[in-house]
């Protein structure tokens, strides 16, 4: 199982940019992919983005397709989000794991990162 550390959320106006960083444990963390998920107050959890262990292939929602980008960089065991022109509705607390396909590969979760877009 990896294990990861979510940092780099904040507040920010809406326009504005952020970029998360997530810090993954273990030899195997390579071989995974990863994404990230986002709950906000009151709603579940859900998807969006993810990217293959070898960087090559990458998967949005829609509804921050254009405006985040999620990258990898292996040898750091970390992957990132991008997060540009920043809306309200993305304000929520921002968590990464492993994944199959666009759902958590795993059940335990880190603690996250809050983002706090103000309009």
């Known amino acids: 199982q990896v294990q990861v550390a979510e940092s780099g959320g904040g507040l920010v106006q809406a326009g504005g940019s952020l970029r998360l960083t997530c810090a993954g444990s273990g030899r195997t963390f390579s071989r995974y992919g990863m994404g990230w998920f986002r709950q906000a107050p009151g709603k579940e959890r859900v998807f969006v983005a993810s990217?293959?262990?070898?960087?090559?292939?990458?998967t949005y929602a829609d509804s921050v397709l254009g405006r985040f980008t999620i990258s990898r960089d292996n040898a750091k065991n970390t992957v990132y989000l991008q997060m540009n022109s920043l809306k309200a509705e993305d304000t929520a607390v921002y968590y990464c794991?492993?994944?199959?396909?666009?759902?958590?590969?795993?059940?335990?979760w880190g603690q996250g990162t809050q983002v706090t877009v103000s309009s």
């Open positions: 794991n492993a994944v199959t396909g666009t759902s958590a590969a795993f059940g335990s």
């Open positions: 990217i293959t262990w070898t960087g090559g292939s990458t």
